[in-house]
C-alpha cells in the first residue's frame, strides 16, 4: 500500500529551483507539512517559490542556508520524515570554469544531507541525472548502463549517487535514487535548451545554438514531478535508482524546427562555437528505458513532446520579460 503524504513533514533542497518548486507545490496541495531549503542570497532570493500561487506560499516553510555547511542541515532535516534532495549546481558549462565549486555543492552538499537523513532516520529521495550515463553506449539507457563522467558537472553527480549507494549499503539509511532525462517546463530558465530556442524564437530572428546533432530525451516537468511523489509513496524502495524520462529522442536541430513551427515565426538557426563543449565532453544521445519506473512505481509519462512546447511557449510568452533572449546563459 503507497504510504500517504497528507500531514507528512518533508524537506526539500534546491527548493527555489525549476524542479524543487513545483515538487513543493505538489507536496502543498497533497497536504504534505513541507519544509523548504533555499540558498541563502543577501537578497532574500527565495527562486521560483516567489512565483507560487499565495495560497500555496502561505503553507511553506522557508529556510535559508548552504548545502556545504552540515550545521545548516542538521537543523533543516530536524523533525522531517522524507528529505527530497533537489539542491545542486547544474550548470554543464559553469561546471568546466568552476569544478572546485560544483563538487563541493554537489558531493560535500549530498554527503551533509546524508549525514542528516542518517541521523534523524530520513527517508532520502535524491536526485542524480541523466548525463551521469554520459553518451550512450547502447540504447534505451537502462540503470545498469556505465556511468560515464564527461563534465566536471556528470562527474560530480557520479560521486553523489555513489555516496548515496555506500550510505544505504553502509549505514541502512533509506534512500532512492531518481534520474531525470532532461526535464523542461513552465519555469526552465535559459540555462536550459528549450527556454533557450524558444525565448530566441519568440523574439529574434537568428535561434543560436551549439550542437545540433545532439539527441535528448525530454520530460515535462508534471511528469517529473509525479516521479518524485511516487517514489516517496512507494515503499521498499530503499537502494534502488530510477530513471526517470520519456522514453522518445530527438535531436537539437529537430526540435529547434518544431519551436519555430509552433511559434510561426520565421527564423533561422545558426551555430555559435561558445556553445559547443569540448568534443570527448559533448554527450551525443540520451534516450531513457523508463520501464523500471513503471513497474516498481507506476509511473509513466503523460505528456508529448508537442503538448509540452505549446505550454512551454505559452508560460514563456506571458513571462518574456523574465529572459534575455539571445544571451548565452552559463
Known sequence: MNISLNSKSVLITGAGGFIGSALVQSLVESG????????????????????????????????????????????????????FHLGALISIPYSYLHPVEVVESNV????????????????????????????????????????????????????????????????????????????????????AVIPTIITQALTRDVIRLGNLDAKRDFTYLSDTVDGFIKAAQTPGLAGETINLGYGAEVSIGELAHRVIELVGRPVRIEVEPERLRPEKSEVMRLLSDNRKAHRLLGWQPNVDIRTGLDLTIDWIRKHIDLFQPGRYAL
Open 108 to 191: 560535500l552538499g549530498t554527503l551533509n544531507v546524508l549525514q542528516a537523513c542518517r541521523a534523524y532516520g530520513c527517508r532520502l529521495v535524491h536526485t542524480s541525472t541523466s548525463e551521469v550515463y554520459g553518451t550512450a553506449l547502447r540504447v534505451p539507457i537502462d540503470e545498469d548502463h556505465p556511468l560515464q563522467g564527461q563534465s566536471p558537472y556528470s562527474a560530480s553527480k557520479i560521486g553523489a549517487d555513489k555516496l548515496v549507494e555506500s550510505y544505504y549499503r553502509a549505514f541502512d539509511v533509506d534512500t532512492v535514487t531518481l534520474r531525470p532525462f532532461n526535464t523542461y517546463g513552465p519555469g526552465q530558465s535559459a540555462r
Open 32 to 83: 504534505a507539512r513541507v519544509r523548504a531549503f533555499v540558498r541563502y542570497t543577501s537578497r532574500g532570493d527565495n527562486g521560483l517559490l516567489r512565483l507560487l500561487p499565495a495560497e500555496v506560499r502561505q503553507h511553506v516553510e522557508i529556510i535559508a542556508g548552504d548545502l556545504c555547511d552540515p550545521d545548516a542541515i542538521i537543523k533543516a532535516v530536524k523533525s522531517v520524515e522524507i528529505v
